[in-house]
């Protein structure tokens, strides 16, 4: 008996570091940010005071909270099939029998290696118009001018394909391990069997890589709310709010605005979205994939 | 000259022994870098010689980023019980520093006559953006206006006169036109004229506002005046650069690449800050001016860039202390070194009389532009709740830029955002 209460101590004690800095910089500020939205931001002649829902409703009301919403949902769509489709089709490339195999792997990994507001400048002059590289490639087809990022149309496409040629490296290294994992017995009997390509990778590479693809979905759904770095380099949200993601706008309302309280109700809007795709990808997916 | 420097250093010694710092004052000093160069190197130069000069105070530059980061972190340091004794922050940032109760005016440390006849040396168009309700909050440093910097090569190439800038808004347009070149195929391989619209888009429309004789915004910060008429006439001048006239590129030109395309020959004439001189210097490989924006009804350009802010959580020798520092770092022979090493323009009209100056200005006639230009200058849009006042205005002008909205359209709509923030500020 006293043993056991003994490993009871022990074990919560193993687990107290993790834990307070969990409480400490997660459960805490998450806590307290829920708290603040329902305050109004302090000003000099008037002090913070309760407001109840009054941040959630200026923000139904915020044209530019819905755009940047909508422009987070589209950039989301544009980013993560792409980038995971991008990194399956190198991984398997990459992972077959080929000259130079280390140096293609090294050059799909570099992206992910160098620092977002780097490679966003970099990219700020690909998309320059007239000289830009973009422009000269385009330019040698005789494709008319184009103005990448300063147009409506085209600015958020540019950033999307920022986003997918830095991630797509990274989500690579996991297939890669994983193709690696894949028992070769299997191939071997469905070669036996006589099955095609298409076959092989339909009834067992894809299953079995579906682990991977949930983990590599998961860092995909954060990171399409969660970079925003080449946004303040390219755009900064504009023109005219075309490129403004909602965390990119949490941070202009905190950091621009100073309005603390306008912000906690933003974030919790992100925070929502964030837990919802979580509890879909890891209680409804989660189910359907095969575990070894 | 070494007598006068044994002197002057004697009477500081003197001073600064008979004073209450002599057991060691520290000020600490954020300030950010927004133009090329070692700045931080000039920065740190210039704290070690005044320490020199003025013992048992210790000055300590702090690097703070961009003028975003630095106010950020200036305001975060503030609420954190912990600012700096003072700042350069953006002249533009008065109201909010002092919404947020976080700086003291100059005014109760400026007691004898030199001190007054000090805050006076300042240029009146950079002392616009630095008073408000009787009081002076923020002291001139890193200052500058929009300029227009011309390719001569490409003037004498379309059969203008290298030597002359266009003076008018029509010149500038008629110019634009033999400037703007076109290939077989309809591509433009070469613009006009070029005035940036991406991240800041309100400190340039104010040139092009300016000239049509109209400002945007009350003395005191809690009006804005965006839909009147001839702002939106101005709006509807600049969108029709690209739109009716062709002189000017489509949608919204990135700030940061403009002086690249000026140097890569894509565009002739360009619109940009002054503190973008030294860069153009290095880098055109051609002959180049520099000229005052052209007129609309008059000459007109908005100030920009940064002033000294002091902190209101300092002690009585800290202010003191920081003020001697301040005083110290704006004489006229400090004003004119630091204009020559950034391209800032230098503060004081004296600071252009040293010799220093005199003899840049012969080698550089260009630089001095800038100055002939403040007689014209007005204060940069600035409000209470200024960024996101500001930010009703720049959504409202890419909207234009980029064909969204009509410029009558937009502009009300940025009003009616401006109206709604700026409300609570008056009463």
């Known amino acids: ?292 | 000259m070494l007598k006068r420097c044994i002197t002057a250093g004697l009477a500081a010694t003197a001073l600064a022994a008979s004073t209450l710092w002599a057991q060691g004052t520290e000020i600490s000093f954020y300030y950010p870098v927004a133009v090329g160069g070692p700045i931080t190197k000039i920065v740190d130069g210039l704290a070690a010689d005044f320490e020199k000069e003025n013992p048992g105070i210790k000055v300590k530059p702090i690097y703070s980023g961009t003028y975003q980061e630095s106010i950020v972190k200036a305001l975060t340091a503030n609420k954190a019980g912990e600012p700096p004794v003072i700042s350069v922050l953006l002249s533009t940032d008065m109201y909010t520093l002092i919404d947020e109760d976080a700086i003291v005016p100059w005014d109760e440390m400026i007691r004898s006559d030199p001190d007054r006849a000090w805050v006076k040396s300042f240029f009146p168009g950079f002392m616009e953006n630095s008073q408000t309700g009787g009081k002076t909050w923020g002291i001139p440093f890193q200052r500058s206006t929009v300029v227009l910097y011309w390719n001569k090569e490409l003037f004498k190439e379309a059969g203008l006169d290298p030597n002359k800038p266009p003076a008018t808004w029509s010149e500038m347009v008629d110019y634009a036109k033999k400037l703007t070149k076109k290939d077989a195929s309809g591509n433009v391989s070469q613009w006009g004229v070029q005035v940036p619209s991406s991240g800041f888009p309100y400190w340039l429309f104010q040139g092009f506002t300016t000239q049509n004789n109209v400002i945007l915004m009350n003395k005191e910060g809690t009006q804005t005046f965006y839909d009147h008429p001839a702002v939106i006439e101005a709006l509807g001048f600049w969108v029709d650069l690209s739109r009716k006239h062709g002189v000017m590129k489509p949608g919204i030109i990135e700030w940061g690449t403009t002086p690249k395309d000026f140097f890569e020959r894509k565009v002739a004439m360009m619109w940009t800050t002054t503190g973008n001189l030294t860069n153009v210097k290095t880098n055109a490989k051609f002959d180049f001016g520099v000229a005052m924006l052209p007129a609309g009804k008059r000459r007109g350009t908005p100030t920009g860039g940064g002033n000294f802010y002091l902190f209101k959580k300092s002690t009585p020798q800290q202010r003191e202390a920081a003020l001697r520092f301040v005083r110290w770092i704006t004489s006229p022979e400090r004003a004119a070194q630091w204009g020559i090493d950034t391209g800032y323009v230098a503060v004081r009209a004296d600071a252009w009389d040293t010799p220093l100056m005199t003899k840049y200005v012969q080698g550089f006639p260009q630089a001095a532009v800038a100055r002939d230009q403040l007689q014209y200058a007005v204060a940069e849009l600035s409000t209470h709740d200024n960024q996101r006042v500001t930010k009703a205005l720049n959504d409202g002008l890419q909207a234009a830029l980029t064909g969204a909205k009509t410029p009558e359209a937009a502009m009300k709509d940025a009003q009616r955002e401006a109206e709604r923030l700026l409300k609570a500020y008056r009463k």
Request: include cysteine; hydrophobic fraction near 55%; aromatic fraction near 16%.
């Open chain 1, 1 to 292: 008996m006293k043993n056991r209460v003994a490993a009871q101590v022990h074990g919560w004690l193993l687990l107290l570091p993790a834990a307070v800095l969990l409480a400490a910089f997660t459960h805490y500020p998450a806590v307290a940010t829920l708290w603040n939205s329902f305050y109004s931001t302090a000003k000099p002649n008037r002090p913070s005071a309760f407001s109840g829902l009054d941040n959630y409703r200026e923000m139904a009301n915020d044209p530019v909270f819905w755009q940047s919403l909508t422009n987070n949902l589209w950039f989301a769509l544009g980013t993560i099939p792409v980038s995971i489709a991008l990194a399956l089709l190198m991984a398997a490339w990459v992972n077959g029998k080929l000259r130079g195999r280390a140096f293609l792997r090294l050059a799909y990994f570099v992206p992910t290696v160098l620092p977002m507001i780097a490679v966003a400048n970099i990219w700020l002059f690909f998309f320059t118009p007239q000289y830009g590289l973009l422009e000269q490639l385009t330019g040698l087809i005789g494709v008319p001018n184009q103005y990448w990022l300063g147009s409506r149309e085209t600015a958020l496409g540019c950033l999307i394909v920022v986003t997918v040629w830095k991630e797509a490296g990274f989500f690579m290294i996991f297939y890669l391990a994983a193709f690696q994992s894949i028992s070769p017995a299997l191939y071997e009997a469905a070669a036996l069997e006589g099955a095609g390509r298409w076959t092989v990778f339909r009834r067992i590479t894809f299953p079995l890589l579906m682990p991977t693809t949930l983990f590599v979905l998961v860092n995909a759904v954060i990171n399409s709310f969660r970079l925003v770095d080449h946004i303040v380099v390219m755009t900064k949200g504009g023109p005219d709010n075309t490129t403004s993601l909602l965390l990119y706008y949490i941070y202009e309302v905190a950091f621009k605005f100073w309005d603390a309280g306008y912000a906690s109700a933003l974030t919790m809007v992100l925070l929502v979205l964030l837990a919802g795709a979580a509890i879909l990808q890891f209680g409804f997916l989660e189910r359907r994939i095969h575990y070894r």
